[in-house]
């Protein structure tokens, strides 16, 4: 989705903004652009359709310098992928914005505004807030009021990066709802949706509260508070977070595609995402973290220089929970409808998993004692959070209208709108993560699903039986990383495989169990990158429709563990094979199924049934990786898709 970075400086700023907006292309975009005020003091802009280079190439024709810039990338949604829809957008060739995120009441503002005399060059939404702030300019207002003003009027959810030309020692940014965070350097500053856009510059940011403003001046940063009917700013101090990942996190290494470089890391990454949460005891809850606001914060916390959780009040917490409600979008829900099954069965707690764009509109009953839990990689999909916001107005007209205990939210990203909104976090450290087909965060999601579910059901024991099924599951999770670097070393076998699927226009995978929503993700993972249409089934589900399609140009792809359910799925496999259906069956060692004509066996290692989704999920990201590859598409940023969803 669109990225803006931002920046002022004693220096040229324009190739700092064009490498910014390179490590915001994982995002997905569709056209870029940059805007400066040069050393002349005139506003100068270069805008282009598609990659980032495209927009290189322009300004190597017409090159561009200033010490104050704001440039963007742009995922269209009002207009379609054009150079006169690119941002920045202009008003009166002396103002400049940058956008994220939708302005709903924009017509309206458009229609004022052409009624003003204000004469429109775009079909965006973006360029209402160009000529709002210009409009306010002429008023007489400064730029932060200006802008102050112009926001008060927008609905919708939004970040922007605005500069006036008349005033080169001056860059605005506001956050409403998108993500926006501020780069601190010496003598320099930086505005970006994203801190990965600024690591080459600063590794110290601000993480902007929610309707809070920044005034970037060559005196330093001015956080601005909106308050008194949002009327007045007033100065805030936010605290400089450090950010914990190198540069080269961000990097591809050695890898031909981040996608091939972070599936390679999962053993690191979870071993990471184990790393000081577990003792002899079980999970460690001092493993979740606590908003600043939140109730299970420890009254002494601050004082020790990071809030802490009482630990005391999340165990009465977890013993107090009855239900899970499960929100979540694309990947990060398959993780969730994993983690159902270990609720109920690891936990005994009901759980029920929905996609965050339903859940939001529909009318629901929430039953007392429900634990509200969002997964989410970026911490900023606008879907999830809106569910988060929902669930929250809800607990605050009253125990009539919502009964959730709490909102916990599991993401990979510290400081994102999720975290900083939940009342708990369990943090994934997957480290950046830039394929748009998630992968680690998908495992690591798992893992922390899994730790979440055992403290759960370590609230609800008496602390004294000896819990054997916990005892095996925190030695096995402890082996975990080992055993999915044996997965990993089936890559050879299965980038041969793929040369199977490559042709096929089709494919179908099956899945019973915890392993169906795995089949799901097999099937995502492929539709995502190689562009095959892929579908999952729960296997039981079969002969109620599928069947019908299987022939010799429908490749079934089959996760076959060894559990209970093992000789049913094997009967599914017969139906499939018996019309002429080519198998794939990734399997546990134990499985006694033989290869021959039209079944291909690929023999995974033996795991617990319980971790068998983390393990098997590694194979199939394996598998559309190689297919992507053959097939000659762009593996790291697939069409049409965006990494972070952050519009409805
Ligand atoms: C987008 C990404 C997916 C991701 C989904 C949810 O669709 O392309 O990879 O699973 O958003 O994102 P989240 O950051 O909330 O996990």
């Known amino acids: 989705m669109c990225g803006i970075v931002a920046g002022l400086a004693q220096r040229d700023i324009s190739k700092i903004l064009i490498e910014g907006l390179h490590r915001l292309e994982y995002r997905g975009y569709d ?16 805008r282009a ?32 992928p054009a150079q006169h829809n690119a941002h920045p957008h ?43 702030v210009d409009r306010e300019l002429c008023s007489g207002l400064a730029l932060p009021e200006a802008v102050n003003a112009v926001t008060a009027r927008l609905d919708g959810a939004f970040a ?19 993500p926006l965070v ?6 320099e500053h930086f505005i970006a949706s994203d801190p990965l856009a600024l690591l080459p510059v600063t590794d110290r940011f601000v993480y902007l509260d929610e309707g809070d403003m920044v005034a970037i001046t060559p005196a330093g940063i001015q956080v601005l508070e909106r308050t008194g009917d949002r009327d007045e700013l007033t100065p805030v101090t936010r605290e400089v977070v450090r950010y914990e990942h190198s540069v080269e996190a961000a990097g591809k290494g050695e890898y031909r595609h981040f996608m091939m470089k972070e599936i390679m890391e999962q053993p690191r990454v979870l071993s990471r995402t184990l790393a000081e949460r577990l003792d002899p005891q079980g999970v460690r809850l001092e493993a979740f973290d606590v908003s600043r606001h939140s109730f299970l914060a420890a009254d002494n916390g601050a004082e020790k220089g990071k809030q802490v959780v009482d630990v005391a009040r999340l165990t009465q ?23 159902r099954y270990w609720l109920e069965e690891v936990a005994g707690i009901p759980a029920q998993v929905e996609v965050a764009s339903e859940f939001r509109y529909r009318e629901r009953v929430a039953a007392p004692g429900t634990l509200f839990l969002t997964l989410s990689q970026s911490g900023e999909t606008a879907d999830t959070l809106a569910a988060l916001r929902d669930i ?34 369990l943090l994934t450290h997957a480290g950046p993560e830039i394929g748009v087909a998630s992968t680690k965060a998908f495992t690591t999601q798992l893992v922390a699903l899994m730790l979440t579910t055992l403290a759960l059901r370590q609230a609800k024991g008496d602390g004294q039986t000896d819990d054997l099924l916990s005892r095996q599951l925190l030695m096995r999770l402890k082996d975990l990383p080992h055993v999915i670097e044996q997965s990993l070393a089936l890559d050879g076998e299965i980038a041969q495989l793929a040369e199977k699927f490559m042709h096929r226009h089709h494919t179908l995978f099956l899945g019973r169990g915890s392993q169906y929503p795995i089949a799901m993700e097999g099937a995502l993972k492929l539709k995502e990158i190689s562009y095959i249409h892929a579908e999952a089934y729960a296997a039981g589900e079969l002969k109620h429709g599928p069947l019908a399609l299987i022939d010799e140009d429908m490749p079934v792809v089959a996760v076959a563990p060894m559990d209970d359910l093992m000789e049913k799925l094997k009967s599914n496999l017969q139906e499939v094979r018996a019309r002429g259906g080519q198998l794939f069956v990734f399997a546990d060692p134990e499985v006694s199924l033989k290869a021959g004509e039209g079944v291909h066996v690929v023999t995974v290692p033996g795991v617990c049934r319980f971790l068998a989704p983390i393990v098997y999920a590694v194979p199939l990201q394996l598998l559309s990786y190689h297919v992507a590859v053959l097939k000659g598409t762009d593996v790291d940023q697939p069409r049409n898709l965006a990494k972070s969803v952050t519009v409805e």
């Not at 020692?169 to 709802?177: D, F, I, P, S």
């Not at 501020?182 to 003598?187: A, E, F, K, R, T």
């Not at 013993?319 to 983690?339: E, K, L, N, P």
């Open 31 to 46: 056209s870029a652009g940059v805007a400066v005020i040069d050393p002349a003091g005139e506003l100068r802009r270069a």
């Open 49 to 80: 359709v598609g990659k980032v280079r495209a927009l290189e190439d322009e300004l190597r024709e017409a090159p561009l310098s200033g010490a104050i810039g704001v440039a963007h990338t742009r995922w269209a949604t009002h207009g379609r």
């Open 90 to 132: 202009l008003s009166s060739e002396r103002v400049a914005v940058v956008h994220n995120g939708i302005i709903e009441n924009h017509e309206a503002l458009r229609g004022e505004l052409e009624g003003a005399g204000y004469v429109f060059t775009s079909e965006t939404d973006t360029e209402v807030v160009a000529h709002l």
């Open 160 to 178: 922007l990066a605005v500069m006036e030309q008349r005033n080169p020692e001056l860059l605005v940014g506001a956050r409403q709802g998108s």
């Open 182 to 187: 501020v780069g601190v350097g010496i003598d």
């Open 317 to 339: 917490l977890f013993a107090d929970v009855r239900q899970v409600q499960i929100i979540a979008c694309g990947t990060s829900y398959h993780a969730g409808m994993v983690a």
């Open 392 to 425: 929250q107005k809800l607990n605050r007209e009253g125990p009539q209208a919502g009964h959730y205990l709490a909102s916990l939210a599991i993401c990979n990203v510290a400081g994102s709108s999720l975290v900083r909104e939940s009342d708990l976090s």
